[in-house]
């Protein structure tokens, strides 16, 4: 599984509670991901980390945050959840290089439900 | 935007029989083309890729082409066997990122 956990693996909130994703890792490998998947649109980047505290968006960040203050950790947060964010969240790790470059290894996801 | 198409959304072959999934992609710098294989419940893991100074690859029973010039390329699994009944996604890089298809659902027919 290449070290690499998502917590929890399935959740259901309300629309407009906050929502945060754990992805955790256990190699300190530098590069992060996290990425949305929905019937029809294959796989979908939200936000991505180089390092601690170095995070830039994907192309559908728009509701998503992000934090990584360490290696191991990268949170997703849905400040104020909607149905649209109902999906299923895999964080993934590339060990050797850029996910431009080199293979990905991901998590095995998050099913979240907002009704 | 930048884009990659993935055809067709669903492929049914008879066990034995060879499958082909065909993708093209829009930016002509893209130079990294990997492809992903995702079991109902399962996270996607990657079977084979292929970098663009190269026009085909081989593993086993799975090739991948490469088409710069059309830009397209496409995946061919041979002697097709049960369990590749999966999803397959392919995907084009971008700026160090990846972009992907919508991904083909290929069914083994006993």
């Known amino acids: 599984d290449a070290g690499i956990t998502q917590s929890p693996r399935h959740k259901v909130t309300e629309t407009g509670t906050p929502v945060t994703l754990r992805c955790h890792q256990t190699?300190?490998?530098?590069?992060m991901y996290w990425y949305r998947q929905d019937p029809g649109h294959g796989l979908r980047l939200i936000h991505y980390s180089y390092g601690v505290k170095d995070t830039d968006k994907g192309e559908v960040s728009d509701g998503y945050s992000v934090s990584r203050s360490k290696t191991e950790d990268f949170l997703l947060t849905l400040e104020s959840a909607t149905s649209s964010q109902t999906s299923v969240y895999f964080c993934?790790?590339?060990?050797?290089?850029?996910?431009?470059?080199?293979?990905?290894?991901f998590g095995q996801g998050t099913r979240l439900t907002v009704v | 935007g930048e884009n990659v198409e993935q055809h067709p959304s669903t492929l049914s072959v008879q066990e034995g029989d060879s499958a082909v999934i065909k993708c093209t992609y829009s930016d002509s710098a893209s130079n990294y083309f990997p492809w992903y294989k995702q079991e109902l419940g399962k996270r996607p893991q990657l079977i084979i890729d292929i970098r663009s100074n190269v026009g085909e690859k081989k593993d086993q029973r799975i090739a991948v082409t490469l088409n710069k010039t059309a830009k397209h390329f496409s995946l061919h699994i041979t002697e097709t066997q049960p369990e590749d009944s999966a999803v397959y996604f392919c995907a084009a890089s971008i700026d160090y990122q990846l972009i992907w298809g919508a991904g083909t659902k290929l069914i083994i027919k006993p």
């Open positions: 190699e300190n490998h530098r590069y």
């Open positions: 993934a790790i590339s060990p050797l290089g850029r996910l431009g470059e080199a293979e990905a290894f």
